[in-house]
């Protein structure tokens, strides 16, 4: 089994920056895709940030492209989202996953293990 656990959420201001954390047990990140993704309260579920650990290929959405950063501890089972320029619509329960078949997926459903969120929230 493979239990992921967030942390680092907080509040901070806009133009603020957080690094949230997502450190796996159970098995390594060799060969797995590990995703970010966010929810925000009354809205749908959509991906942040992705990275194939096999290949360090990496995805962005288009909200996250030249403000996030997904990153690889190589000396840890831990992988991390450095969130620079925040702004309110960044707010959200941000959740990693991680996923053990083919390459990085967009859609939440094609990842197998999930963490328990971490809050974001992001004051004007």
Not at 37 to 66: H, P, W
């Amino acid at each position: 089994q493979v239990q992921l656990v967030e942390s680092g959420g907080r509040l901070v201001q806009a133009g603020d920056s957080l690094r949230l954390s997502c450190a796996a047990s159970g098995r390594t990140f060799s060969s797995n895709v590990v995703g970010w993704f966010r929810q925000a309260s009354g809205k749908e579920r959509e991906i942040v940030a992705a990275i194939n650990l096999s290949v360090s290929t990496t995805y962005y959405a288009d909200s996250a492209k030249g403000r996030f950063t997904i990153s690889r501890d190589n000396g840890k089972n831990t992988v991390y989202l450095q969130m620079n320029s925040l702004n309110p619509e960044d707010t959200a329960v941000y959740y990693c996953a991680a996923k053990f078949r083919g390459g990085i997926a967009l859609s939440g459903s094609m990842y197998d293990y999930w963490g328990q969120g971490t809050q974001v929230t992001v004051s004007s």
